[in-house]
């Protein structure tokens, strides 16, 4: 497996701000995702983080709302613009890593908006 | 149908005692399959993977792959209540190259 950071850890936002959250990963990998886990609910993949390339986006999420980087292969941010209380969520990065379609989540960032 | 469904639970189970978990799939779905643990308020940490027919142990937990009748199942043998947290079984899609698709989780209990 690999060791996945994730920042914040959680925080606490004004409705209309933005929150930038970083994914940093010990070792070099091709494919990164983020998805969401809102309270009580499964994931929900919100794009694939492609290096050196736009992000492929999920059906129900976009690009303003979502603006996601991925500079290389360790690190990648997921922006949530102009927040909303029903952004309120977990937000996790996750790795593809070793054995075919294997992944590994990052600790999660706890985002509360008010 | 969906890709991916488990019952949500939630299923209670003796310490001590077999807990099954059990996951189907379509036909969209049929490559790997995997069986994460996510306690309350922590990411989802990766059990089993599983990719072809018949069963797979690793101590305490047995995945099992049925790929004519589309399931995959999940035993933990003497059940204890650490193992209390939400089960999620996810699986790649045959189109390759994409990420894995999740089940709703099932919530186990293991009552002492």
């Known amino acids: 497996s690999a060791v996945i950071s994730q920042k914040p850890s959680r925080d606490i936002c004004q409705r209309g701000t933005s929150l930038t959250i970083q994914c940093q990963v010990d070792?070099?990998?091709?494919?990164m995702f983020w998805y969401r886990q809102q309270p009580g609910q499964s994931l929900t993949l919100i794009a694939t983080?492609?290096?050196?390339?736009?992000?492929?986006?999920e059906s129900g999420f976009v690009i303003d709302k979502f603006p996601i980087s991925r500079p290389n292969l360790t690190f990648s941010t997921l922006t949530v613009s102009n927040m909303s209380p029903e952004d309120s969520s977990i937000y996790l990065c996750?790795?593809?890593?070793?054995?075919?379609?294997?992944?590994?989540f990052g600790p999660g960032t706890r985002l509360t908006v008010l | 149908q969906k890709e991916v469904e488990q019952n949500s639970g939630p299923l209670s189970v003796p310490e001590g005692a077999i807990a099954s978990l059990n996951c189907t799939y379509s036909?969209?779905?049929?490559?790997?399959f995997f069986w994460y643990r996510q306690y309350s308020g922590k990411s989802p940490e990766l059990i089993m993977s599983?990719?072809?027919?018949g069963d797979k142990e690793d101590g305490r937990f047995t995945a099992q792959l049925n790929k004519a009748s589309q399931y995959v199942s999940l035993l933990i043998r003497d059940s204890q209540p650490s193992d209390s947290a939400t089960y999620l079984c996810?699986?790649?899609?045959?189109?390759?190259?994409?990420?894995?698709?999740f089940g709703k989780g099932t919530r186990l209990s293991v009552i002492a």
């Open positions: 996750s790795v593809e890593l070793g054995e075919a379609d294997t992944q590994y």
């Open positions: 070792s070099q990998v091709t494919m």
């Open positions: 983080a492609n290096q050196g390339s736009e992000a492929t986006y």
């Open positions: 036909d969209r779905v049929s490559q790997s």
């Open positions: 599983i990719y072809s027919n």
């Open positions: 996810a699986a790649a899609r045959n189109s390759g190259n994409t990420p894995l698709v």
